[in-house]
């Protein structure tokens, strides 16, 4: 339950708002965190905790992009192809980035790893091209860059993985 | 709306001048002075939001010099406008001083083609196949403004799903749907319940509920009737018949006593024998009683009317002890030889869905045969006679109601018992009106209060001293309400409890000085339709109650299905010598009855009901008959005409007369009386769908409201009120549920409200359940006062006060507690 593991922060949220309502959009963020998308699950806790009807709670996951309501890669890799990227070549880096790692438009590696979408503006412009990794920049790449990029993230989810099977040895030792 | 008090503004409206009060839209000023501005999404029920861009329109000012306030001259000698530099929308802009308005223009002309055009881009244009099609806002203005051709490459079309179940009651087609927000907007504003939303955006954009329960209001059919498209349609009527095959006939609704103007659709049916047959039920305007809404029990209970159920011949009882089939000629001999040799032995028990009619030919076949007992049923609600005395003045609109005003809600579960009421109240509560709700537990009602205070179970009475003393500023509030309307109902009361609530109420109104004047007074929240009617006509609970005390020798139960409500009924029922049951089915009385005749319910008859505000309306027939079934006053009459009463009528119309002729309350009630219309805002329905959807128009009349005796200047004392409080550990207390197994819900229950209706169970309170070892989910045997104990599911859910359960009423086939009773709950 998000109300239990993140107490402290969901009463850092709320005291931001005057209602309760109005904190619904960085508890959806908060969710999306916990659970790697907005699930259903995600959605009723949200509602719960902002005493607000569960079907406006996802209205709102439905309205804004930067809510996923379908499970997503551990790195959300966000490839901006608007006109001024383009002009910078983004059109191309985003083909080759899907091609590289073998996915369509908004599909996932098989592995879980990465997904790969097209976005609207994301105000870097000059830096193009350029992508947004769960919500991080990631910017003047191209795809030799992009490869090492993968490789370092790819790296980090192995120590991770063997890191989590290492605890979970020591704890049953 | 329009009062003398609000300001009045200049608008120029096309090159001509009016005045309009400052504060009304430009669409609804438009429409006053017959200028048409088209919407989708504007509902003149909603707040406007303005997104559909149909309203487009120009807009100016009239120039003024800033010093002296003159209005600026061009050359010609013309007042200056100053056109906004682009087009506005008229829904969301209110009328101003000097305010200029072009409705149709170059610029507007083709606004309103672009916006038709790019809303069918995204529209299936099924309209061959839609129910929609042929009283569709859609289509309408399609071939009014819209460009003929598309430039839409067809190719690229959305396709979406086409059965989407929202509820169980109601389909989205969301190809169809044109994402106006009337539904979402019906449901947060209107009815209180926001489980309908917007999901995604632009093209992707969908009408959603993920809510529990999901879109399962009562009110859920409105929104297929404020649905400019097609989108929308119930699961009762879609695919049913096309729109220009009906007719349209104004009638009532029968289940409450809101009493909603309805308007049966109705065409040729094969499945109804080539006869006349409702295919939908929809609502009719009545601003003054239900605006242009209806609940979802009323618009699908209809299916009553053909139920297999339904008695198709009148019959007799033979000396052996069997019914028999009969001629209505040999019924109506039969039953007048039994009424004649019963030496004044009489008595009648009439059912809440007993016409004036009907009521006042069965008061002079009694007065006839020497008896006056004349029983309402059920006996349940006390009080009818204050509210004739200190009901809700004459004029009253609830929707009149605001700022200033109140409104208290006392022993009633006013959603259950009256939904458009609870509706209206909370629109009222909206507007800013001081709502209180005091009842015994937790009711829906609760969520729209301003204050919500509790009383002991049964103490309904002592509650308005209990305000005074405990919440002495919510007593404040409602003693200094410019006006003050008291909903009154009769749960966990006796019958002598009852009337103990409803005196202290009309003291409360009278010592407060709220009678006697519109919006003002006292609303009886009694079952069924009629319950006033009953009062007019002679008919009480307390003559009931003599009844069942001293049984009669011949008693006549009309449409009264006193086995279904009264546990005890079997037992009362067995001490009468002779039952002559008028009865639309063959429900358990009737089998005990020496004579049956098969009457008509409302749909195949003319009629008049009395609602709960005393408004006299008529019904007009809407279905060809069942079986040899005629109107209950016609067998009434021709009964008397047997005992040389007199010749009976020959249409319930000249039985009105009569009793106009005969009960003063009557007066200025005849059937042309009922029948008068006259303009209504905001001006639904009609042939131009102007606020789109299909509410309908009010052709059949508006009917006419009693004067309560406070209206008519009439002293209105003061009365003492006896406290009856039933005492015991754990107090059973019957609620009503709006969905339930009462026979005229049955037939349509079967069909598509099955799911709708509860399972039956009790409330308990946690406290009382740990006492006793009962949890949340257990089967209990419940058993109050001399009622048959009954096994139904017990809810542990907070809903029920300590010592007290609720067991809510017709759940199941055998009868539960009729009144409150002190009983145990054990766990089986």
């Known amino acids: 339950m998000l109300a239990e593991k993140y107490a402290a922060r969901i009463d850092q949220i709320f005291s931001k708002y005057p209602t309760k309502r109005s904190a619904v959009m960085p508890l959806l963020h908060l969710a999306q965190e916990e659970f790697g998308y907005v699930n259903e699950e995600a959605i009723q806790q949200v509602a719960v905790l902002c005493d607000m009807d569960p079907t406006q709670v996802q209205s709102i996951a439905g309205f804004y992009t930067m809510y996923s309501e379908r499970p997503k890669g551990k790195y959300w890799l966000q490839v901006c192809t608007d006109l001024a990227c383009a002009l910078r070549g983004a059109d191309k880096f985003h083909k080759e980035l899907k091609e590289h790692l073998g996915v369509e438009e908004g599909g996932t590696t098989e592995d879980g790893l990465f997904t790969v979408e097209h976005v609207m503006c994301l105000a870097a412009c000059d830096k193009a091209p350029m992508l947004q990794c769960n919500f991080h920049f990631e910017e003047n790449l191209d795809m030799d860059k992009m490869k090492a990029r993968i490789e370092a993230w790819r790296a980090e989810a192995a120590a991770e993985k063997s890191g989590a099977k290492k605890a979970s040895a020591k704890t049953k030792a | 709306m329009v009062t003398a008090m609000t300001k009045l503004v200049k608008v120029i409206i096309d090159d001509r001048e009016y005045d309009f009060p400052a504060g009304m839209n430009l669409v609804d000023a438009a429409k006053q002075v017959d200028v048409t501005i088209p919407v989708f999404c504007y509902h003149p029920k909603m707040k406007p939001v303005g997104m559909c861009r149909m309203c487009l329109v120009e807009v100016g000012n009239i120039q003024k010099d800033r010093a002296t306030g003159e209005v600026l001259l061009d050359d010609s000698g013309n007042p200056q406008i100053r056109w906004m530099p682009k087009l506005q929308t008229a829904c969301t802009m209110n009328v101003s001083d000097g305010l200029v308005l072009r409705s149709t223009s170059k610029a507007v002309d083709e606004a309103r083609r672009n916006v038709v055009e790019f809303l069918l881009t995204s529209h299936p244009l099924d309209c061959p196949i839609c129910d929609k099609g042929g009283e569709c806002p859609l289509q309408n203005q399609t071939m009014e403004y819209g460009p003929g051709e598309s430039r839409m490459n067809f190719e690229d079309k959305k396709h979406l799903d086409k059965h989407v179940p929202l509820g169980d009651l109601i389909f989205l087609d969301e190809e169809r749907c044109i994402q106006c927000g009337r539904c979402v907007r019906f449901q947060a504003e209107v009815a209180g319940d926001d489980v309908l939303a917007f999901h995604e955006r632009g093209r992707d954009l969908q009408i959603i509920t993920v809510s529990d329960p999901g879109f399962d209001t009562y009110f859920s059919g409105n929104t297929t009737d404020i649905c400019p498209v097609g989108a929308l349609t119930t699961t009762d009527f879609r695919f049913g018949a096309r729109p220009w095959e009906m007719n349209s006939v104004p009638t009532l609704c029968n289940h409450c006593p809101v009493g909603c103007n309805t308007s049966a659709s109705t065409r040729l049916d094969r499945d109804f024998g080539g006869k006349t047959m409702i295919k939908r039920i929809m609502a009719r305007q009545n601003e003054q009683v239900n605006e242009i809404w209806m609940c979802d029990k009323g618009r699908f209970g209809h299916h009553f009317t053909r139920s297999e159920d339904r008695l198709l011949q009148p019959m007799v009882r033979a000396a052996g002890g069997s019914l028999s089939r009969e001629t209505w000629a040999d019924a109506v001999a039969a039953a007048a030889k039994l009424l004649g040799d019963a030496n004044g032995s009489v008595a009648v028990i009439a059912g809440p869905s007993a016409t004036n009619e009907d009521l006042f030919t069965l008061k002079q076949l009694a007065a006839g045969v020497g008896s006056t007992r004349l029983g309402a049923w059920p006996p349940t609600h006390a009080g009818a006679d204050l509210v004739a005395k200190v009901g809700v003045g004459k004029g009253t609109n609830l929707s009149n109601l605001g700022k200033g005003d109140a409104v208290l809600v006392i022993a009633t579960d006013l959603e259950e018992e009256a939904p458009i009421w609870r509706l209206r109240v909370k629109t009222a509560h909206d507007r800013g009106a001081y709502v209180v709700v005091a009842n015994a537990r937790k009711t829906r009602m609760d969520d729209f209060a301003d204050a919500v205070t509790m009383y002991q179970t049964g103490h309904a009475a002592t509650a308005f001293a209990d305000l005074r003393k405990q919440h002495p500023e919510v007593a404040e509030r409602l003693i200094n309400a410019n006006n003050l309307v008291v909903f009154a109902g009769a749960e966990g009361l006796t019958l002598d409890g009852s009337r103990a609530l409803m005196q202290a109420c009309a003291n409360f109104l009278i010592e407060t000085n709220h009678v006697g004047r519109a919006n003002n007074g006292l609303v009886g929240v009694f079952p069924g339709a009629n319950a006033m009617g009953q009062h007019y006509l002679g008919f009480s609970p307390e003559a009931t109650r003599d009844i069942i005390a001293n049984p009669p020798k011949v008693l006549i139960l009309a449409q009264a299905d006193v086995v279904a409500d009264d546990p005890a009924a079997a037992a009362w029922l067995s001490k009468v010598e002779t039952v002559i049951s008028l009865s639309l089915f063959d429900d358990e009385a009737t089998r005990q009855a020496k004579v049956v005749l098969p009457v008509q319910s409302f749909a195949e008859r003319d009629g008049s009901y009395t609602n709960g505000e005393r408004r006299v309306q008529r019904f007009y027939t809407a279905q060809g008959p069942i079986g040899e079934a005629i109107p209950a006053w016609q067998a009434v009459a021709r009964i008397a005409e047997k ?126 359940a740990a006492r006793l070892a009962i949890h949340d989910g257990d089967m209990v045997q419940v058993s109050a006062g001399a009622a048959q104990p009954v096994k139904v599911r017990a809810h542990v859910n907070g809903a029920a006060p300590k010592g007290t359960v609720l067991l809510p009423r017709n759940l199941q086939q055998t009868a539960t507690a009729l009144t409150i009773a002190a009983g145990t709950v054990t766990k089986v």
């Open chain 2, 643 to 768: 005992l040389g009463q007199g010749k009976a009528r020959l249409s319930a119309a000249q039985v009105m007369n009569d009793i106009v002729a005969a009960i003063p309350a009557f007066a200025g009630c005849k059937y042309s009386d009922l029948a008068k219309v006259e303009a209504q805002f905001p001006q639904v329905g009609g042939d131009d769908l102007y606020y789109g959807g299909t509410s309908y128009k009010n052709t059949g009349g508006l009917g006419v409201q009693i004067a309560s005796a406070a209206d008519n200047g009439e002293a209105v004392a003061l009365g003492d009120v006896k406290a009856d409080a039933v005492k015991g550990d754990l107090i059973v207390v019957p609620t009503v549920r709006l969905y339930n197994r009462e026979r005229v819900f049955q037939a349509s229950e079967a069909q598509l409200m099955a799911a709708r209706v509860a399972a039956p169970y009790v409330e308990i309170n946690a406290e009382d």
